[in-house]
């Protein structure tokens, strides 16, 4: 066997699994295709890009993406690591400088002396040891012919959408105002209101707005957790105002009431010069995008710096294919992690990299493989992308609903999610050796 390990893309799964691996004396080649060529997602020449929000969403302990979080610092997370490090106001959740998270996890992994970065695109999958494959959801098409080959299964796609960004100065703050929602944390949003005249406007012009068109095989495969603001629209008048645009929680200085419909903008940047316009991602042509969003109150003359982009995205049918460690049960000598798996989202691609590359430290070593109980919630992502029970396998963000979790009588649904969240921590804590123990 060789001395060593291979891993294939250096995003957030990629990146974690190398750490994870280098953090256990055992080599790694980390491949990655950037700078020669780039997936249409992508403009920055660092690892761990991120492509769409700039959020690791909730840092709240009654939140499972807050309890993800915590369970991965306590495991030497090295995303999260940066993350923290990295982080800009958003309230209560993790927000990041998209440019110096990027650079500081880049700088992490070429400093590791157990990690070779190569430079290459790869087009087959490496038969010369362990390997990890966490190309992520825009896979080039020669590499997914030959990982659709060793499967014998179809892939899935779906569709995956990012939000404009505008910059700060051009927003108009006599008609926005700054607030979290709930007062929770400071006042880290910008908040536009909207009456009902101007939301009716509003949404009538996005529902009739012109879409990019789409290729054949694109159509017909939006992903439910992810979908454009023009789709949420077109499914009725009040949609947008119980989901991304709901006023609830927050108060309009000018008024004293709450708004009809509020849109959110979250700093994207350390410096705040640009915020993103939360849960606005969308398939709009541009042109469309400009005039449309420019009729959003205090955004009359915003000057957008990113318009909001869509790419297919493509995962395996993991149930079936991969245990409750990413390791492909046909071929043990592959494991996936990252979104290419079904994982959902940032923090759980992150968490699917931090598994898998524990995992394959292990295997090379010939030790016992880590399987993370369902009742925590990485082990929780990692038992539904290999449940063999479901029918219609679709990506998931963590959520307490995918744990194994207890039955408690507790009323309130924040202190019960609070009880579970500390006994998952209890777990990880108990899985962790003693620092004394661990290996560099």
């Not at 291979?6 to 004396?25: F, P, T």
């Not at 509003?202 to 054949?216: I, R, S």
């Not at 927050?250 to 940047?269: C, H, I, W």
């Amino acid at each position: 066997m060789s001395e060593y390990i291979n891993v294939i893309g250096a995003g957030l799964a990629g990146c974690e699994a190398s750490w994870q691996i280098a953090g256990r004396g055992i080599k790694v080649k980390l491949y990655e295709m950037k700078p020669a060529r780039r997936s249409p997602a992508h403009s920055l020449d660092t690892f761990a890009e991120l492509v769409c929000s700039n959020s690791f969403r909730s840092n709240r302990l009654e939140n499972a993406a807050g309890l993800l979080k915590q369970e991965m610092r306590l495991l030497d997370s090295l995303i999260i690591q940066c993350a923290d490090k990295c982080s800009i106001p958003a309230g209560s959740a993790l927000a990041v400088d998209r440019s110096m998270f990027s650079s500081m996890v880049t700088e992490r992994i070429r400093c590791n002396s157990n990690i070779e970065i190569i430079h290459k695109e790869v087009n087959d999958l490496p038969g010369d040891a362990l390997t990890v494959v966490a190309t992520g959801p825009l896979t080039s098409n020669s590499l997914a012919g030959k990982i659709k080959k060793l499967l014998g299964k179809d892939y899935l796609y779906f569709h995956d959408a990012a939000a404009p960004i505008v910059l700060f100065e051009t927003i108009n703050m006599d008609r926005a105002f700054k607030a979290s929602r709930y007062g929770r944390g400071s006042d880290d949003y910008i908040n536009c209101p909207m009456d009902r005249h101007e939301y009716g406007r509003f949404w009538e012009n996005l529902v009739g707005a012109e879409a990019a068109e789409l290729k054949d095989f694109e159509k017909n495969s939006v992903f439910e957790g992810c979908l454009p603001i023009e789709i949420m629209a077109g499914r009725g008048t009040d949609t947008l105002r119980y989901g991304p645009l709901k006023p609830v929680g927050l108060t309009d200085p000018s008024t004293g009431k709450e708004p009809y419909a509020v849109v959110q903008l979250r700093q994207d940047n350390s410096k705040a010069t640009l915020y993103n316009i939360v849960g606005f991602q969308t398939h709009l042509k541009h042109a469309e995008q400009k005039r449309v969003f420019r009729m959003i109150p205090g955004l009359e003359n915003a000057e957008f710096v990113r318009y909001g982009v869509m790419h297919r995205n493509t995962y395996i049918k993991s149930p079936g294919l991969l245990d409750n460690t990413y390791n492909l049960s046909l071929n043990t000598g592959y494991f996936f992690a990252g979104q290419i798996t079904g994982v959902e989202g940032y923090l759980e691609s992150a968490a699917s990299g931090l598994a898998a590359g524990i995992n394959a430290a292990k295997k090379m070593r010939g030790e016992k493989k880590l399987i993370f109980p369902g009742s925590t919630a990485i082990g929780g992502l990692a038992h539904y992308i290999s449940n063999k029970t479901i029918r219609n396998f679709q990506p998931m963000n963590i959520n307490f609903g995918i744990m194994d979790t207890p039955i408690v009588k507790i009323k309130s649904k924040k202190d019960r999610n609070l009880h579970y969240s500390k006994q998952s921590i209890g777990i990880i804590n108990s899985l962790i050796p003693p620092r004394s123990n661990r290996q560099a």
